[in-house]
């Protein structure tokens, strides 16, 4: 089969249950925690990665920053047979209560990010697959890890001018943190019939410079990488136990 021109994989190479996440080297880091894990495919920001989990094929595809070119894959993927795909993201916090490497798990987003809204209206709403969250609920009890259950919301750009107060904003209506995938893999992914899900690493503190925030998650900070492993084990496990 021809292979797609951005991912550079065919329906061939790899599996239904796919764990996409921004950072290629967060892709490459959640291969190395399966068995067998190996690159397939390498081109731009789609780094791909075979492996197995519980027995089960899975793929790891990084999918670079924000709703566009998360969108890319997701159609590609789409076209290679994938069925299920679940977010590893980051993502900065919304609420005062949860801390840095605590976890979310979005049961919904706010579609704030363009690259949703030029496939639907801002009317559709954004809603994981709910066979899935459960599935990652019940991962994250089997692995006794913390986590937070709620909305998200997803934008299209870190450092507008306005950020302190679109934060407040969202802050007050109870949206739990910040990323810039979520709702787009939420919209398109059911519209395209896959099953969908996200679970995100908090790496910003609510009403922390995100700079300082981002920064520090470069500089690996503990806890941020230990749930940056956290999520992806309850990804994983959530995507090789569900039913697809
Ligand atoms: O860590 P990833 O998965 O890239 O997710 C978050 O980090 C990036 C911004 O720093 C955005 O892609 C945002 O959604
Ligand atoms: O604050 C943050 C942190 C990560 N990703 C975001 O989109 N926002």
Redesign the pocket.
Known sequence: MNLQPHIAVSADDIASRVIVCGDPARAARIAGWCENGKQVASNREFQLFNARFNGIDVTICSTGIGAASMLIALEELKQCGVTTIIRVG???ALQHNIGLGELIIAEGAVRDEGGSLSYLPASYPAVADHALVAALLSAAKQLQSKYYLGLVR??DS?YTDQETEICEFWHQRGVLA???ETSALLTVGRFRGLQVASILNN??LFEQE?KE??GQFKQVNGSMIEGEKRSAMIALQALTSHRS
Do not use: E, N, P, Q
Request: hydrophobic share 55%.
């Open positions: 980051s993502a900065g997803s934008h870190f910040a990323d810039m790496v910003v995100v925030g981002i």
